[in-house]
């Protein structure tokens, strides 16, 4: 793997944390800010260690070891950097079942933020598809059966990647609509602050899947993933702490989140079917989105200053 590739992987990688653990950034700035300071720190040092090294680090190596077991512990690692043609051939035979997992999870999570989420408009037609939220279950209904049934086409495998990626999505979901319902209760309860840490680090894991499953859309490598979303993990943390409320001027960046997770679930579920596609299209549409998204943010700030 060339150089730039390797550097391009690991901040596309970083920005799609980044811009996917928004929503989870300001649920922690504001527990936070209830905390007392020694609490805070914990959960800014210690914090970082689980978020980065037990959930951005380990989940994506038992995700690989599981779909790959015959790579084995140490080739769960090193495989995408071994010149051996029987190790890239093990990886495209199983690569399947992942990034089935990956792309309809993904793609589920962008239909539920498009029919279902409160948002701000940042394209034309987001009104339209909002107001129809009662269709959000239908949808993905439908894109199931379609996947599942094609999926079986392929390899029964696939196919169950695809009821995995759904089940993964609406786990994941529930956890997260219990974290909105808690999260004004703990900034204004007495609950401790270790109850407050214990929940601040189960919803990390809950948010951290998107970015740990999308991760496969632009590498099987463990060491890049690992060293792409640790970063972000580390810059979300800082923005959490300093800059939340400037990060919340930019309205549109949770419009790009979404987006590069669509195409990103995309890019997933074509390449199950066999199509190549290069390795730079992941970090590169990332970054165009994100890109778009944030220009279109800074645009609207500076209007409202003028």
Known sequence: MALFTIILTILGLALFEVVSSIDNAIVNAEILSSMQQKARKWFLTWGIFIAVVVVR?????????????????????????SNDPAVAKTIEEHAGLPLAMGGTFLIFLFFYWLFIE????????E?????????????V????????????????????????????????????????TQEKTLTTSIKSDVSKLIFLEVIDASFSIDGVIGAFAFTFSVPLIFLGNGLGVLVLRKLTISNIENIKKYRYLKNGAMYSILVLGIIMIVEVYGVNLPPLISPIATFLIVGFFF???????????K
């Open 295 to 305: 220009l279109k943010s800074k645009k609207e700030i500076n209007q409202i200053s």
């Open 127 to 139: 009104r339209f598809f909002h107001s129809q939220g009662v269709w959000f279950y239908t949808v």
């Open 57 to 81: 680090g380990i989940l994506p190596f038992l995700i690989v070891w599981v779909t790959m077991p015959s790579l084995g512990p140490i080739g769960t690692i090193t495989a995408t950097f």
């Open 141 to 180: 209904s439908i894109i199931l059966a379609l996947l599942v049934w094609f999926g079986l086409k392929i390899d029964t495998m696939v196919a169950f990647g695809v009821v995995l990626g759904s089940s993964i999505f609406f786990i994941t979901h529930g956890f997260r609509q219990f974290a909105e």
């Open 118 to 125: 409160p948002k701000n408009y940042g394209m034309r037609g």
